[in-house]
């Protein structure tokens, strides 16, 4: 099993609603991590948690505020967004830790969020 | 210099046709190669993983690595219409870094 289940798929919120993404594993992964990806772009590295620790925000804006209440779960907590915002949000993991050999993501299917 | 170089495309083919998807680097840090797949608007798949020069082979999926010339590939033979994706490559030095990906179209 090498799923990464992502909560919800779309989303539309407003610039002064509050919601959070909700990123699920259960492949006792080590390493947790959200990624932002505009259309027709790489991903882009936002936060990554190690054994359920905050190891590395990417110099995010604290519009965005992620969570990891186990070591299955990730959160991510949106609050007064700006249409620019606007992206696929995807959740990874990893088996091992960041910059630990064997490093390699699998990530979920996304959230389409679109901020009016 | 961007750290990974990927022809974005669009990339169109007749199904059947051999397909060669390429990124070139230049951090030779880099140990660990990955070809992800990603469909419009889902989140990419891990095709093919490598950590040393050579092929790599896994169904119509080849994935070549070359670290003296700093260039990997992805070959997928005998395309089927269910390969249209974007092709992301990724390496991982001290981090990930993705290629910007390319676009392929398997036409029927």
């Known amino acids: 099993d090498t799923e990464v289940t992502q909560t919800p798929k779309h989303l539309v919120m407003g610039m002064t609603n509050k919601k959070s993404l909700k990123c699920e594993q259960h492949?006792?992964?080590?390493?947790m991590y959200w990624y932002k990806q505009k259309a027709k772009k790489p991903p882009e590295l936002m936060f990554v948690?190690?054994?359920?620790?905050?190891?590395i925000n990417e110099s995010v804006p604290s519009r965005f505020s992620p969570e990891c209440p186990n070591s299955s779960l990730l959160n991510l907590h949106l609050h007064a967004l700006q249409p620019e915002d606007s992206a696929l949000y995807l959740c990874?993991?990893?088996?091992?830790?960041?910059?630990?050999?064997?490093?390699?993501?699998?990530f979920g299917s996304g959230t389409q969020l679109s901020v009016l | 210099q961007k750290e990974v170089e990927q022809d974005p495309g669009p990339l169109s083919v007749p199904e059947g046709a051999i397909v060669s998807l390429n990124c070139t680097y230049s951090?030779?840090?880099?140990?660990?190669f990955m070809w992800y797949r990603q469909y419009s608007r889902k989140g990419p798949e891990l095709l093919m993983y490598?950590?040393?020069?050579g092929n790599k082979e896994d169904g119509r999926f080849t994935a070549q690595v070359d670290k003296s010339s700093k260039y990997i590939s992805l070959f997928i033979r005998d395309s089927q219409p269910s390969d249209s994706a974007t092709y992301l490559c990724?390496?991982?030095?001290?981090?990930?870094?993705f290629g910007t990906g390319t676009s392929l179209t398997v036409i029927p």
């Open positions: 990874a993991s990893s088996q091992v830790s960041r910059g630990q050999r064997g490093e390699k993501l699998f």
């Open positions: 492949m006792g992964h080590r390493a």
């Open positions: 948690y190690s054994y359920e620790k905050l190891s």
């Open positions: 951090n030779s840090a880099f140990q660990y």
């Open positions: 490598t950590y040393s020069s």
């Open positions: 990724a390496m991982v030095g001290n981090q990930f870094y």
